[in-house]
């Protein structure tokens, strides 16, 4: 079927990738500018580096903004894991359609409808709003993902392994720690890489729900973007480009590497 | 078939995330449509409380005389709220529809790629959507304004001679939201592009049927549950969009979202945008529940 690939679907690839990938390189290319105006290249300098690394209020940003996408990734992939075993084990059980809803609604919900909905919780029960709130909000709607991602890969999962390592003693428990689990496991990983850059990516929940003291990084960039564009803010956001970048391909070629031993 | 787990772990497996589900996700709703129904006031937090379950029964129905849809009178009455509203589903319409456009040829090429190319293709698509969505909207910012990246370059080529304003304009949002949704188009578009058996469109095209024709008559239809999913996904969130209006529309564009944001952040009044919100979801209603009925179908096809 070689021969079916046309000229047309080249250039819409080519043009499509284009589109993709043109203001990011663009991004990265002016972070790299000598001159505060961002759109005139005035010379190569890593000056914004600099600049950037000795901004304290941008750098305790990245530090909140960093555990906060670490601990609420992990506890989302847990529950998220749990809510996609329930999903595709558990055909019946009372209030699943709800389930589902709440599992599926929160993929598509506006974030600033998810924001202000928490944000009235916390503040209904008089709980303080900082840190922990944050990451709430992030667990509540990065669980979803992960269990999206997780039960695609559970229904395709063959059964029978489960059932063969039962039949041999097994508890249920143990045949999904010692079966299951090292089988899913991609889904897993790639479930909490999912969660964790939604967490870092997070301006709209966050700026509800988070109190004095647990700024992140996306509401620091959002301040410093609203008076203006700087390079600093190139800068940081190339460097979160590259972390994303690297962390995307090492997940893929460590899994693609798994996937080779397999075989 | 037999019990997965025992019957104390399953009911731990189903049960916590559902609670979690339901206290940090469902229950804030009927806080949310509780305080649209409130009084605002200068108070922290800054509305009346329409029931306190402390106070009993007599307190319970002294505070249901106190219910007010004054929030949603508000919202009638002032035109600025519809046409917000209404503004917001036609530029989430338009944009779906741009992404489209866009969108189909990009997954159209992909699914046709040689098969060894598309897991790259794939990635590739994949990749900007893990980079942060405000990164990928701010980039924008300096391609369009009107000393901007986009201006020099037509400059350079000689097509314009003043520059063209595109920042802080409808336009803007449109690309704004067609780039950062795109993805979210292509790949359900590319999953029902992929499973398509080509000889369908030979046979078409060896019953004397143009290519275009072919096209529009036999791949168009069997991508149908793809062009479904991919709308709904750009659709609905576009509708309640804020980074993007707010950083490529300027002050003039009207969106929901936005309106939300500043009901709340900058005039403070919790109630109407707590009633702001509620009506918004009851707009979104419809199209969500739509796309679950039609992803839980396509599941069900796939078993």
Request: proline share 5%.
């Amino acid at each position: 079927m070689a021969g079916t690939w046309g000229r047309f679907n080249v250039v819409s690839l080519v043009l499509g990738f284009a589109f993709l990938y043109l203001p990011i390189l663009l991004l990265v290319i002016y972070s790299f500018n000598e001159s505060r105006l961002v759109t005139v290249w005035s010379g190569f300098s890593t000056r914004w580096y600099v600049e950037m690394l000795n901004n304290r209020g941008l750098m305790d940003a990245a530090w909140v903004t960093a555990r906060v996408a670490f601990i609420s990734a992990s506890v989302a992939t847990v529950l998220g894991t749990m809510a996609a075993v329930a999903l595709t084990r558990y055909t019946r059980f009372r209030g699943r359609l709800l389930f589902t809803g709440m599992v599926f609604a929160p993929l598509v919900m506006p974030e600033v409808i998810t924001g202000l909905s928490l944000l009235l919780l916390f503040v209904a029960v008089s709980f303080d709003r900082g840190f922990a709130t944050v990451t709430i909000a992030h667990i509540t709607f990065s669980m979803c993902f992960v269990a999206v991602v997780v039960q695609s890969r559970l229904i395709s999962f063959d059964r029978s392994l489960e059932e063969a390592a039962m039949d041999l003693g097994a508890t249920p428990l143990k045949a999904f720690f010692q079966v299951t689990l090292p089988v899913i496991l991609p889904a897993v990983l790639a479930g909490w890489m999912l969660a964790f850059t939604l967490s870092l990516d997070d301006l709209v929940i966050a700026s509800f729900t988070s109190g004095p003291g647990a700024t992140t990084l996306p509401m620091k960039i959002y301040s410093q973007v609203r008076l203006g564009v700087t390079p600093e803010i190139n800068a940081i956001c190339t460097v979160l480009i590259g972390l994303v970048t690297v962390g995307v391909i090492v997940v893929s070629l460590v899994s693609k590497r798994r996937h080779l031993l397999r075989q | 078939m037999r019990a997965f787990f025992s019957s104390t772990t399953s009911r731990l497996v189903i049960a916590v995330p559902y609670l979690w589900l339901l206290v940090f996700f469902l229950a804030p709703f009927f806080i949310v449509f509780k305080i649209s129904l409130s009084q605002p006031a200068i108070a922290m937090p800054p509305y009346v409380p329409v029931f306190d379950f402390a106070e009993g029964v007599a307190g319970l129905l002294r505070h249901l005389a106190a219910f007010s849809l004054d929030n949603y009178l508000w919202l009638l009455g002032d035109p600025l709220y519809a046409n917000a509203y209404l503004s917001s589903l036609v530029i989430a319409a338009v944009s779906t529809l741009l992404a489209l456009v866009v969108g189909y040829p990009i997954a159209y090429g992909m699914a046709r790629a040689p098969e060894g190319l598309r897991p790259i293709f794939l990635m590739m698509v994949i990749l900007p959507f893990w980079t942060s969505f405000l990164i990928r909207v701010y980039a924008w910012i300096g391609i369009l304004k009107p000393e901007g990246l986009l201006n020099q370059f037509l400059f350079f080529l000689g097509v314009i001679d003043k520059p063209l304003v595109i920042l802080n304009t409808t336009t803007a949002i449109y690309i704004g939201i067609v780039y950062s949704y795109l993805p979210f188009m292509v790949l359900p578009l590319y999953a029902s592009l992929e499973k398509m058996d080509y000889a369908l469109i030979e046979a078409a095209q060896d019953l004397g049927c143009r290519p275009l024709a072919a096209f529009w008559k036999v791949t168009v239809p069997l991508s149908f549950p793809g062009i479904l999913a991919g709308s709904m996904l750009v659709f609905i969130p576009a509708v309640g969009e804020f980074v993007v209006p707010d950083l490529l529309g300027g002050s003039r564009t009207l969106m929901i979202g936005k309106t939300l944001w500043n009901e709340f952040f900058s005039n403070r009044d919790w109630p109407v945008s707590s009633a702001v919100a509620i009506v918004l979801l009851f707009i979104l209603v419809v199209p969500m529940v739509f796309f679950q009925r039609a992803q839980a179908r396509a599941r069900e096809r796939d078993n």
